[in-house]
């Protein structure tokens, strides 16, 4: 039987996190996007040096999901960006949050969400949100599934393209 559990990444992580972070990026959205789009987005968003600075700011949290030995998924939290209409409350970010395709369909998701609201309860969160782009309805559904509604809307530059996500919240109290 498949053991399955997680933990929380340390900047030991840092070229574990980076080749994840590209690989299930990639993974996601290529099909979807210009090569040109992509290199620019994977090159400033998921180089070792950024990841190191991600994980030494203390305002973000890492959480790594293992199936035995394997990386199969992880998650970013974040405490610092707080959107205008949650401005009066307790909230955290879910930044990002990745399975590897492999995986996808088989509960890693649904481990890193749960492990995600886990941690915002711990902290005393009020509301745990994220950003999901529109044109992602499996992503939607899921969330939809695990509590969340749209309450808003933000742009998300991937290279020199601008997309539009959904902002969605979950209430934890």
């Known amino acids: 039987m498949q053991k399955i559990h997680s933990r929380i990444a340390t900047v030991e992580d840092a070229v574990l996190l980076a080749d994840i972070s590209r690989r299930t990026f ?39 999901v293992y ?22 409350f307790s909230v955290i970010e879910i930044a990002r949050i990745y399975s590897v395709k492999e995986k996808i369909g088989k509960g890693i998701g649904k481990i890193l969400i749960e492990e995600c609201i886990a941690l915002a309860k711990q902290k005393n969160r ?11 309805p499996r992503a939607i559904a899921f969330y939809q599934k695990n509590g969340f509604e749209i309450f808003g809307e933000q742009d998300f530059i991937l290279g020199k393209d601008v997309q539009h996500d959904w902002l969605m919240k979950k209430n934890l109290s």
């Open 26 to 64: 990639f993974d996601t959205y290529h099909a979807y996007n210009t090569k040109e789009d992509m290199d620019m987005f994977l090159q400033d968003h998921f180089n070792l040096d950024v990841i190191i600075k991600e994980l030494n700011n203390t305002e973000n949290i890492f959480l790594l």
């Open 126 to 136: 009020q509301i745990i949100w994220l950003g999901v782009w529109k044109e992602n």
């Open 67 to 88: 199936e035995d030995e394997q990386l199969c998924g992880y998650a970013k939290l974040n405490e610092s960006k707080i959107p205008e209409p949650l401005q009066d």
